[in-house]
């Protein structure tokens, strides 16, 4: 089976220092991916060379078989991998509703014919409506998205990066900075609405990963150490003293 | 001011649907019938604006001035889609209108076409050279952008100056607008013809800009100037995006550009200098560019100072500059955040516990601007003498001129320094109702840092 997202080789180094030292990893079609480390490992710099935001310094990355590795990001989006970032990122002074339009215009460009850019299409408009609710934001539609919550940020920011209708999510810390009770909605939330996609994920959430993911890596030092079942590695010895037994 | 930021994000919940207006509007879900009324006025008002005078008087100047205000709109709206919509800080704005004029100019000297449609056709020149531009500029984003329409403003001016054979030199480019074939009747000789014209074009192309700005694909320019990268992990490619925008506005920049060169004959070299690339800026600014109609009103006060005022004292790019930093900063979001803002405080607070707040302001506002105005007009009189007319005599500066050419002389004399005194007066007075302003103000903003919590 040709793999959802293929990493072979990637190293990338800024100067003198080597941040990714030779990353492999293979994740299938409809697995549910968590990226582990301690900070400073290179998860969100793996974040951003599959995305297309920087370029490795070697190695190839493949989506579903096609190597994506020198496309732009938004050439790379347009295959079908979608992104959220580390940080809240929403177009802050549109609506909420026109966020989710913004990424469900983009994802319908298909069946999208250029004089809808400039009439709009109910095919957008329900598929915009649709994710307001699976987020959960129903109730905010017409409120400017940068005045929301962080939680409703976040989730907006989950929100358009479904919208988009991509195959393949990649989520950089979906439930950073949120309370427990917030977190463990996100957690449900991302359950519920990544059915039948790819998603790799980075998590410092360790009940978040457990509850989430099919697959676990561990990437210390810009390699990745183990990779397995949430059971495997919560029994990997290596994995314990690098990573986990340095938290507990 | 960010606490009141605050307070209005937490009150605008009820509000925003109608600020943003876009999605409701776009997708059919009708606003309530109150508020669709509502979005009627400002048009009405365009129209009442530039339909009545003429019907009051027509003289040529009022007919010159309204014609040149309603170029500016034009001019100001097509800069907002650029700054206010993708968030692009353009320096060489007038490069389109003067080429789009241009271009336009010599398509009706050559050909003859009805000057009804001669703004179409600058239209299509001033789109023209923004697809040629844009493919250097939206490159980049940001300052790099800006520097990049710096540079490509002066090459225009440079190429100008260059090659007159193409741009006319010093004389421009001169049409006869009546020379063209008569339409319904109309030769369009008469200045009234000319300004229907101009005023039913400004109507077409602010309602073309107003459709534009509701349309999906302003929602992707926003988008784009909001979070570009954002935008472009979604499969938008920002630098297209901008691209598009500015083709389209640097069509609206060459229909307000023809609009203006039907109002006074010539397209010269200064209409793609960095004077009018700078007055459209300022124009915009001042108006706000945050709410469509903002830029309307940042052209009605530019050309309010640059032909009325001007027509009194040659100081006016003195005010004129003065009133673009207080708004800058008293209301970064320019007359029409400002008068949102307010008109919600209003609302909220109801008129009555407001009123001693804004009667103060008011008087501060009179008490300081006859002070500024006072000391302005006195400089210029005893600098310039019997040039700055009626305000050089009033200060006693004008009967020296001639003699000696030395209007500085009659300063020494007793009966010149009362200005002085009145000045140091308003002034004083100016500070005290400033600070009763102020404390009436404050009352307003320190409650309500609670309830925005």
């Known amino acids: 089976m040709i793999p959802a997202l293929g990493l072979y080789g990637i190293e990338k180094r800024f100067g003198a220092t080597r941040i990714l030292r030779g990353v492999d990893l293979e994740i299938e079609p409809g697995e549910r991916h968590a990226l582990i480390g301690p900070n400073g490992a290179g998860k969100s710099t793996l974040f951003n060379l599959i995305a297309g935001g920087a370029r490795p310094s070697a190695g190839r990355i493949h989506l579903f078989g096609a190597e994506i590795t020198r496309l732009a990001p938004a050439a790379i989006a347009r295959r079908g991998l979608a992104r959220s970032f580390q ?47 699976a987020v959960g934001l129903g109730a905010r539609r017409d409120v400017q998205a940068g005045t929301l919550g962080y939680a409703e ?3 907006l920011d989950l929100g358009i990066a479904l919208a988009g209708g991509a195959h393949t999510l990649l989520l950089d810390e979906p439930t950073a900075g949120m309370n427990r009770a917030e977190a463990a909605r996100a957690i449900e939330l991302i359950r519920e609405t990544t059915a039948g996609r790819t998603l790799l994920m980075v998590e410092h959430d360790m009940d978040a990963v457990f509850a989430i993911a099919d697959r676990i890596s561990v990437l210390v030092q810009g390699r990745i150490i183990a990779s397995g079942s949430p059971a495997a590695i919560r029994a990997d010895a290596a994995v314990r003293a690098a990573y986990l037994g340095e938290r507990q | 001011m960010r606490k009141r930021d605050a307070r209005s994000a937490a009150r605008g919940a009820v509000a925003q649907p109608e600020r943003l207006g876009t999605a409701a509007d776009a997708a059919g879900f009708g606003l309530s019938a109150r508020s669709f009324v509502r979005s009627f006025v400002p048009w009405l008002a365009l129209m009442a604006f530039l339909a009545l005078p003429p019907f009051v008087g027509s003289q040529s100047w009022l007919l010159a001035y309204l014609a040149q205000t309603a170029t500016m709109i034009v001019f100001a709206l097509s800069y ?15 490069a389109y209108a003067g080429l789009g004029a241009l271009i336009a100019a010599r398509v009706f000297n050559a050909s003859g076409m009805p000057l009804v449609l001669l703004p179409l056709v600058g239209g299509m020149g001033g789109a023209l050279c923004g697809g040629l531009f844009g493919l250097i500029a939206t490159r980049r984003s940001g300052t790099a952008f800006a520097m990049i329409t710096l540079g490509l403003g002066e090459l225009v001016v440079a190429a100008a100056w260059t090659l007159p054979g193409w741009f006319g030199g010093e004389a421009g480019v001169a049409i006869d607008r009546a020379s063209g074939p008569r339409f319904f009747g109309l ?15 400004c109507l077409a192309a602010s309602m073309a800009m107003f459709a534009l700005s509701r349309t999906p694909f ?6 784009v100037r909001d ?19 500015v083709v389209l506005s640097a069509f609206f920049a060459g229909m307000a550009g023809t609009m203006g060169l ?35 009103a940042g052209a009605l006060v530019l050309t309010f100072f640059s032909v009325i005022v001007a027509s009194v004292t040659r100081a006016w790019p003195f005010y004129l500059g003065l009133f673009f930093v207080a708004v800058v900063l008293a209301a970064p979001d320019g007359l029409a955040g400002f008068c949102v803002r307010h008109a919600a405080r209003i609302a909220a607070q109801g008129w009555r516990r407001c009123r001693a707040a804004y009667l103060w302001s008011v008087l501060a506002a009179l008490l300081w601007s006859a002070t500024v105005v006072l000391a302005v007009q006195w400089v210029y009189a005893a600098r310039f003498g019997v040039d700055e007319g009626a305000a050089g005599v009033l200060f006693g500066f004008g009967a020296n001129v001639g003699a000696d050419g030395a209007p500085l002389v009659s300063a020494s004399s007793v009966a010149s320094w009362w200005p002085a005194v009145a000045l140091a007066l308003l002034a004083a007075l100016g500070a005290l109702t400033t600070r009763c302003a102020m404390r009436a103000h404050a009352r307003f903003t320190s409650p309500s840092s609670g309830d925005a919590r």
Do not use: K
């Open chain 1, 87 to 133: 940080s809240t990122s929403v177009f802050a002074r549109l609506s909420v509703f026109d966020n989710l339009r913004c990424a469900a215009m983009l994802a319908e460009r298909d069946r999208t014919r250029w004089w809808q850019r400039v009439t709009g299409s109910p095919a957008i408009d329900a598929r915009a409506t649709e994710l307001l609710d």
């Open chain 2, 187 to 201: 030769s369009f000789g008469p200045a009234r013809e000319a300004y229907a014209l101009i005023a039913l074009w």
């Open chain 1, 153 to 155: 940020q976040r989730a």
């Open chain 2, 262 to 296: 039907v109002n006074i004959e010539l397209v010269s070299t200064e209409s793609v200098g960095m004077m009018r690339s700078g007055a459209v800026l300022i124009a915009t600014v001042i108006g706000g560019t945050a709410a469509f109609f903002g830029p309307v």
């Open chain 2, 218 to 223: 302003m929602r992707l320019a926003n988008a």
């Open chain 2, 227 to 245: 979070n570009p990268a954002r935008a472009a992990a979604l499969g938008c490619y920002p630098a297209r995006i901008r691209y598009g925008v």
């Open chain 2, 80 to 94: 907002n889609l650029l700054l206010g919509e993708t968030g692009l800080l353009s320096f060489g704005h007038a």
